[in-house]
């Protein structure tokens, strides 16, 4: 059986990838940021901006005749960047199960955040 959220991760690595190699194309000395992918990192972690941050929510369980036909975890997805026109949200939001949940300015940081099921 293998693990959904280790499964997750790589995805999330491979969408960083994506938007990396997308972003170098016009800017061929951007730092490279496509191992930017933390799972519920502890307060003392130094991120390396841009980066995607994303922490379990809870198990969606769909039950019929008194069992559990379907479960799927529920993740939130933040996508932290200094650029307010970043490529990696339009990754994010290409996601199946995935949906915008807000956007917000924090520490001068742009932060898109989603729901995705996975």
Request: with cysteine; hydrophobic share 30%.
């Amino acid at each position: 059986m293998t693990n959904r959220r280790v499964e997750f991760h790589y995805k999330l690595l491979d969408l960083m990838k994506q938007a990396y190699e997308e972003t170098s194309k016009d800017n061929p000395s951007v730092r490279d940021f496509s191992k930017n992918v933390y799972f519920q990192p502890p307060t003392n972690t130094m991120i390396k901006y841009p980066a995607i941050v994303y922490e379990k929510s809870y198990l969606h369980t769909k039950k019929a005749d008194n069992s559990t036909y379907l479960q799927k975890q529920k993740y939130t997805v933040t996508v932290i960047d200094q650029d307010p026109d970043s490529v990696i949200p339009k990754y994010v939001a290409e996601l199946p199960n995935s949906i915008s949940d807000r956007c917000f300015v924090s520490d001068n940081l742009h932060h898109d955040a989603f729901i995705v099921y996975y």
